[in-house]
């Protein structure tokens, strides 16, 4: 009886002893630092290899980007346990970074805190600066490029499903897939987005309220104008510039002049079916403006969404779908991750 209680301890510890050494592929330390007055959290994900260490700073995408994401965690996970370390921070106002956060954001305040984030990890002696950079996704291609205006020691940027249109393009697109999911019909798809974007340029840039005027008496009567309730009161310049109506200026930001005006070697990632943003228009622009970067690559996933996930529809679905929320939280591919890891260590000329 003894022994055989000596044995089940043993192979107890034995097990134990496997799923920590299993477990442990990589470390965590939680940081604070502060952005002015403002105190910020992230997590920096520290590989088991010798340092000094590559590292990756993640940017995040819309939404309450928060640390602890079934998104974001994938990243730290992999490139950590691939001898590169990797810091992902609580956006502003969001889990245990302090601050207000906005769902309308101003691109400036957050590139302020991304620059801000960057320098203060990249002075910790296990880092290799010379092979520092940014990886950032979605809403952070409107983000980084402001960013890398007043960053130095930044070797490579990775931008991940990111529109290079401006925000309100980006918006009208995944409308249009939100529509076509609807059942809507492509023309009155065409109507509804031809109106909404002479709003918002309208509202935005105080020109072109005749052309508005126009479209509003030319689709009052369809169905679809009373569904959405459009009935938009055309207000004097002075009343448009009230803070109410801020995000229609926010919404026409041309990121390209900042792309342009970068050094750093680029890598975008974009995937085959994303309903979120426009892929295409995003590629277009890329090729006709960076041309004079020095370095920089496009590489698109087939069979992929906006989260570089396996995406089997025709099209990425965006409406609530049981069946994929069944089967799990999307995750990035792991050839997608393979490939950012071996671009950011090859050498870049």
Not at 19 to 26: D, G, Q, R
Not at 301 to 318: M, P, R, Y
Request: glycine share 6%; hydrophobic share 35%; charged share 20%.
């Amino acid at each position: 009886m003894i022994t055989s209680l000596k044995t089940f301890n043993l192979i107890m510890i034995l097990v134990c002893m496997a799923l920590v050494s299993c477990k442990h592929e990589y470390n965590t330390e939680t940081l604070q630092y502060n952005i002015g007055q403002t105190r910020f959290t992230g997590t920096f994900y520290k590989p088991l290899t010798p340092p000094p260490y590559p590292l990756i700073v993640l940017a995040h995408g819309s939404g309450k980007g928060v640390r602890s994401s079934f998104y974001y965690t994938p990243y730290g996970e992999y490139f950590s346990k691939n001898g590169i370390a990797v810091f992902i921070f609580d956006k502003r106002g969001v889990g245990d970074s302090e601050g207000i956060y906005d769902e309308n954001p101003d691109f400036n305040l957050l590139a302020s805190d991304l620059q801000a984030t960057y320098k203060f990890i990249i002075n910790r002696p296990d880092i290799d600066k010379s092979k520092a950079g940014i990886l950032g996704i979605s809403q952070a291609g409107w983000v980084v490029p402001i960013a890398l205006q007043h960053l130095d020691n930044v070797s490579f940027t990775v931008c991940t499903s990111c529109p290079l249109v401006p925000p309100y393009q980006s918006d009208l697109f995944q409308k249009g897939r939100e529509l076509a999911e609807s059942g809507y019909a492509v023309n009155d798809i065409e109507e509804i987005l031809n109106y909404n974007r002479s709003v918002t340029e309208y509202v935005a840039t105080f020109e072109g309220r005749e052309k508005v005027i126009l479209l509003k008496q030319k689709f009052k009567d369809r169905k679809w104008f009373k569904d959405f309730e459009y009935n938009p009161e055309l207000l004097p310049e002075d009343s448009l510039k009230k803070p109410m109506f801020n995000h229609y200026r926010k919404s026409v930001f041309e990121p390209i002049p900042y792309w342009r005006n970068l050094s750093v070697p680029l890598l975008f990632i974009y995937s085959e079916k994303d309903s979120h943003i426009p892929v295409e228009q995003s590629i277009l622009q890329l090729n006709d403006s960076l041309k004079t970067t020095t370095f920089f690559r496009i590489h698109q996933f087939k069979n992929t969404g906006h989260l570089i996930q396996t995406v089997a529809d025709s099209v990425e679905l965006l409406n609530f779908n049981l069946f994929s929320f069944i089967k799990g939280k999307p995750k990035p591919i792991p050839e997608y991750l393979d490939y950012v890891k071996t671009w950011i260590l090859e050498p870049k000329k």
